[in-house]
């Protein structure tokens, strides 16, 4: 019986940790405010996902921190 108050507040964390990050972008609008863009399914490789931009929509982030506006400027 002591155990049980033990799991109790473990359960709790992991309840809370499941409930994801409010931080990432969850639409097309937040996505693009971020510097981001929306990709089907998945991002090509040097990007990575950060949210979701609608059901099948990934919003997709450089890793490197290079925007897709940079690398044209630069060419």
């Known amino acids: 019986m002591r155990i049980l108050y033990l799991l109790f507040p473990l359960l709790l964390l ?3 940790t499941a409930a994801g990050s ?3 972008p969850s639409n097309k609008k937040q996505c693009k405010e971020e510097k981001g ?4 399914l998945k ?5 990575v996902i950060v949210g979701k931009c ?8 450089n890793k490197f921190g ?3 506006a940079a690398l044209i ?3």
């Open 14 to 16: 992991l309840a809370h």
């Open 22 to 24: 409010a931080l990432a």
């Open 37 to 40: 863009f929306c990709g089907f």
């Open 43 to 47: 991002c090509p490789f040097p990007y």
């Open 54 to 61: 609608s059901t099948f929509h990934f919003c997709c982030k």
């Open 66 to 68: 290079i925007t897709k």
């Open 73 to 75: 400027q630069d060419v």
